[in-house]
């Protein structure tokens, strides 16, 4: 089972849908959480930190659901730019051990 | 703003030549990481270092090898070049204890060996 496991994707949405990402960690002592967002043949780059009581970034939201060790990144209406590849990051606690997930496709379309 | 920065974006080099790539962060970071970006693979970790000299190794380690002379300098050394190696390598720093505001990345090495 890998370490961190993210909806296989692709997703194409039209402009203005909402479009939901599912993570699942296997390291229960997993401390810190994360959304990064990738453009193609560009480096990763935060997009949002995962709290423990589910936090909001304008049309982002991510829940952290420790109990069933999964992460969720919800984004509301759509817009073409946010067509990238989401990646899930779950950091175990150590200096090292910063997890990715394989990433999900998002394709916005007219 | 963290700016992680990576000599080359794209590279292209042949079996057996022994590749460096550098990375330059400005924000006196205590911890570098290289990792390597497949499709379908997501990014492996290769190697990290916490501090200057020291170095650990990651999930991937084999065929190449790393340099931490000074605190804002990352080397990762393919010490010779096949073509398996072909992919993208990222930089990345970070300052606090457990990474506990994530990673900043450099733009990326897109490294061809031929």
């Known amino acids: 089972r890998k370490e961190v496991e993210q909806d296989p994707g692709p997703f194409n949405v039209p402009e203005g849908a909402t479009v939901a990402f599912n993570c699942t960690y296997s390291?229960?002592?997993?401390?810190?959480f994360f959304w990064y967002r990738q453009d193609c043949r560009k480096e990763p780059k935060l997009l949002m930190s995962?709290?423990?009581s589910g936090n909001e970034d304008g049309r982002f939201t991510a829940q952290l659901n420790r109990a069933s060790q999964y992460i969720s990144l919800l984004i509301r209406d759509s817009k073409l730019s946010d067509s990238a590849t989401y990646l899930c990051?779950?950091?175990?606690?150590?200096?090292?051990?910063?997890?990715f997930g394989a990433g999900t496709r998002l394709t916005v379309k007219p | 703003d963290v700016k992680v920065t990576q000599s080359s974006r794209y590279l292209v080099k042949r079996t057996g030549e022994k590749v460096f790539l550098e990375c330059v962060q400005d924000?006196?970071?205590?911890?570098m990481f290289w990792y390597r970006q497949d499709p379908g693979l997501g990014l492996r970790l290769i190697y990290f270092?916490?501090?200057?000299?020291?170095?650990e190794k990651g999930d991937i380690p084999e065929g190449y090898s790393v340099s931490r002379e000074k605190k804002e300098r990352f080397s990762l050394i393919l010490e010779s070049a096949s073509t398996n190696q072909t992919s993208m390598y990222l930089c990345?720093?970070?300052?606090?204890?457990?990474?506990?505001?994530?990673?900043?990345f450099g733009s990326g090495t897109r490294l061809t060996v031929v």
């Open positions: 990051v779950v950091n175990g606690g150590g200096n090292n051990d910063m997890r």
């Open positions: 924000m006196d970071h205590e911890n």
């Open positions: 270092s916490y501090d200057v000299k020291m170095k």
């Open positions: 390291n229960s002592a997993s401390q810190s």
């Open positions: 995962v709290y423990s």
């Open positions: 990345a720093s970070s300052g606090q204890a457990n990474n506990y505001y994530g990673y900043t």
